[in-house]
């Protein structure tokens, strides 16, 4: 079993609806980031979480320590939003490295 | 925040050759790493850059197949040797303080 698992793989929605990325993981952290990686390979980091919530425009992010499991979402997503989110957390153990989730295909349609 | 660039975004390479790709950082930062993104995979560590040292590698990744320097704070190479198809992949430098990490763009590798 991986130690961050994503839901779902792929995801296809209409421009317009709201988005939900799940992020699960079994290990300790000291934070989660979520990253955006469009088609050229090039990869922006979104968010950095340790705890609660954090809001970017129209990006949201979440983080349940206890639970173990973080959500990003989207409002009013558009086709510029299509991309792969791929979660990563940073292990409490092993200096700054991260570990990453498979990564979560979004495509927006018109 | 930091800016991370890497040289080349891509190339193409004929097995058996070798390809160092470099990786600057535009403020100084604690840790880099080198990442690799075979096709439909996530990211793996290769290995974690230190400066003034040998690199530390990930379980799999030995040093004469990826050989890294890390001359100063701000500046890394990673060479992919003796190239196979296998080795086509998207490679990408990473670096990070105790409070952020950053991504530089990336490098796409096609071996023939």
């Known amino acids: 079993k991986n130690e961050v698992e994503q839901s779902p793989q792929n995801l296809t929605a209409q421009e317009g609806e709201f988005i939900t990325i799940n992020c699960s993981y079994s290990?300790?952290?000291?934070?989660l980031h979520w990253l955006q990686q469009h088609p050229g390979g090039g990869i922006v980091s979104l968010f950095m979480?340790?705890?609660g919530k954090k809001k970017h425009g129209r990006l949201i992010a979440t983080i349940n320590i206890q639970e173990k499991h973080s959500s990003l979402h989207i409002t009013a997503s558009h086709p510029r939003d299509s991309a792969v989110y791929i979660c990563?957390?940073?292990?409490?153990?092993?200096?700054?490295?991260?570990?990453f989730g498979q990564g979560t295909r979004l495509t927006i349609n018109p | 925040s930091a800016v991370i660039s890497q040289k080349p975004s891509r190339d193409i390479c004929q097995r058996g050759t070798s390809l160092t790709i470099q990786c600057q950082v535009d403020?100084?930062?604690?840790?880099m790493f080198w990442y690799r993104q075979q096709p439909g995979q996530s990211l793996t560590l290769i290995a974690t850059?230190?400066?003034?040292?040998?690199?530390?590698?990930e379980s799999g990744f030995v040093i004469d197949k990826f050989p890294i320097s890390r001359p100063n704070l701000t500046f890394s190479t990673l060479t992919v040797s003796n190239m196979s198809p296998e080795d086509s992949s998207i490679y990408l430098c990473?670096?990070?303080?105790?409070?952020?990490?950053?991504f530089g763009p990336g490098t796409r590798l096609t071996v023939t």
């Open positions: 403020s100084q930062v604690t840790m």
């Open positions: 990563a957390v940073r292990l409490i153990q092993g200096a700054q490295k991260l570990v």
């Open positions: 979480l340790s705890s």
């Open positions: 850059a230190n400066q003034g040292s040998e690199a530390t590698y």
């Open positions: 990473s670096a990070g303080t105790s409070y952020e990490q950053y």
């Open positions: 290990v300790g952290i000291s934070a």
